[in-house]
DNA sequence: TTGTAGGCGTTATCAA
DNA sequence: TTGATAACGCCTACAA
């Protein structure tokens, strides 16, 4: 392991020097620029995160986080993970500003970015995709900080990092599954949060793929709930009693009990077969009732947890991510490994 | 963030019988000693684990692995995950030793651990169940040496943690996921390793205790195949010969590429529902060609992963683990979410 | 353009 | 029994 010291003596030069050279500081004769480098190459040099944090803690770097949570319970883990992430990493100086609101409001992420601007050295934000928001992370960007998105990304912005999944994957998955678990004909309704949410639209494009494939597989309908219980409610009661042959129930977003009370006041329960997304309290409920069978799982306490981890490892050790997307695989969850 | 300085500061003594405190190396006054842990009580006070891990630069410490992975594919991914965890630790100082053996073999682990002895600092090991083995760990741990049981625990052992997964409910799981995907009637034939190695056992104990709740499922044969491909091949091939009747197979450990082997060249691909342990490649390739349903998936690459961070963060940063289980979930993969 | 020196927090050695 | 000091690797302000 070879230090900056050593590459200083190495080259006749000091060690400051060589920290002007590795951190493009300016103020070095050409010559001297490239005596170092060279060595810097040949020795493979590479910096000690420890130094590095060591060093940092005089910044006392801030993340700021933007998260619509509330009333989201699907982000309860994902922000666990990134509250025990951040109590990790509160020793070594790294502070965050966590900022979860309620719904998907450009107005109200403008206005919360406004309030950080300035404040942080990172951010890490579950973005809505309004060119607003990406102008918005761009300037943050340019200004410095490190951005990463959570669960849902911004490719057309300069984010740094996407943590999150492949959605196309997980409606892909969850079709193939549902294919196994069916025996005979299905005949399926779709319940869908939002069809102006990009991971809703992809989940369903990514299932409808791997249903057509096969013949006795037919959607029935699809109707959107605004990931809203009560309004999920009403939706799945509508649309099983207008569509009796109805055997398969897809639940793409939140809204998974309303849906699944929906089934049970109908009393469809056993001629019903349920898949959905994500084990938030209420949906473990309604597997532990035998009601849905199983669900896609998209790691939420991961993507937290990974997400502060690439804020730490860049703000306080100085490393850049080795990927631009982080993305946690879909696994299949039924009531036994939950 | 309080700092062993201003502990030392407000104690009117000096840093270094502060250290002398908070590491128990004695030569303190009982009173000194007093004042000092008060301080660090009230304050709170906890180690930055940079400072720790830029002193620890100078012990240079060596973690010794021990790993039966020689000819079982299962341990690449672990054996790739403990590789590139290293590599993210060498520029702290941390080495390793890695010792890959062939098969399970007492004699062998106490051969290595006895090259092993002195040179280590930790020791990551996947141990056979053996009074002779146990005794070894219990000696490493009493001279200090931390030890981390990977994949295989041996809790009647001193070891600090076990990083691995579940049995019982890996084939619980496996029991649960097959009466979703099995139409009708079951006739299950089960290959497994060996009734000698505990996590074969207890797979296949929580998979029977699944299964026996439902009397449409039967357990019509069950065969060891030593963890051997070509002995899996015959075996199989017999066990399908002789029972006409079994159109579920399920593969409880390694062997699963000869037991699919003997399925194709009985061509009883179409007639048999396969489920197995695991993506190794081979397996992956049954996977694709349709033969095998589903594995049951231990995150290997975690597994390996986190039994280096768990040294690192004890030998580097000074951080004992939080909990001395460390469980991976049971995932169900398909084709689809490989 | 380059070198020096001090500090980040912890540990270890030596002197008192 | 205690204190002072240097070292680990990096960064930065200031001096030359």
Redesign the pocket.
Known sequence: ????????DLC?????????V??E?????????NLVLNMIKKLE???????????????NPVVGILIPAKGNPFFDDVIRGIKTAAEKYK?Y?LNILLHSIRGYSTEAQLQILAKLKGKINALIINPINDPLIINKINEFVDSGVFVVTLNNDADESRRHCYVGTNYVNGGETAGALLQMITKEKANIGIIMGSSKVLGHRQRLEGFKYNINKNPDFKIVDIQENDDDDICSYDKTKEMIMHHPEINVLFIVAAGVYGACRAVLALNKQDQLTILAFDTVPTTVEMMKKHIIKAVIYQHPYRQGQRAMQLVFEYLVN?ISPDKSKHIMKNEIKILENL
Chains 1, 2 share one sequence.
């Open positions: 392991m070879v230090t900056i010291k050593q590459i200083a006749g030069v000091s060690r400051g020097t060589v920290d002007r590795i951190n500081r300016g103020n070095v004769k050409t010559e001297t620029r040099y590479q910096p000690n995160p420890a130094g590095k944090a060591l060093s940092a803690r005089k910044h020793i100086g100085g």
